[in-house]
């Protein structure tokens, strides 16, 4: 193109009826598109909050029904060891914690396993199920020395030897290192809540 020509197109370029042309082009054809790329961006923001929040909340739920589930089965065990260590004279009572430490022993066997799998999906340490089941063997193993014991005094405290004696103190003292190794757990675990899994897929 010759110099001139050139110089009159870009002088063509600068006049202000192009210029707003132009940028009234520029507008219609870019605005659109700038303003549906910040509301999806807005959207995905959203969506990435809600299933954090999501995440949190699954995670709350696993450390809350665990702690709760671990320590009703505790309790429940505390109670029937104290009636077979120094006796219970009240049958009713002693009944009513039997039964009880069979509920709880159901529930911690049918809810705990689960319970591990549900943190190896909410929880980003890869080796959270594994630890969990490992903890929850423990637990389980203390509770089969309690029926194990429970059978060999056919469910009767004044059926007391200086073994069921030894094998009851040793039972809670038993009880009592597994339950801080699970304490030690859950208080792990609780600090990563908040922090996403490496995959959030159930």
Known sequence: MPEKETS?????????????????????????????KSKQSAIDEDQSKRQHQEIVAKQLEVLDHANLVLWDFRASAEFLMFDFINGQPDLDTLQEHLDDYEKTSRRANADLGATATKASFYFPESDSRNQLYIIF?????VDS????????QDRRPDNRTDASDKAWADIQKEMEDVTKDIRAMLTRLSTHVGSLPQSTDE
């Open 145 to 152: 020395k309690i029926y194990i014991q429970l059978d060999q």
């Open 137 to 141: 063997r423990q637990l389980f193993a």
């Open 8 to 36: 009159n197109f870009h002088l063509f370029l600068k006049s202000p009826v192009i210029t707003t042309l132009i940028a009234g082009l520029l507008t219609g054809f870019l605005g659109p598109y700038l303003l549906e």
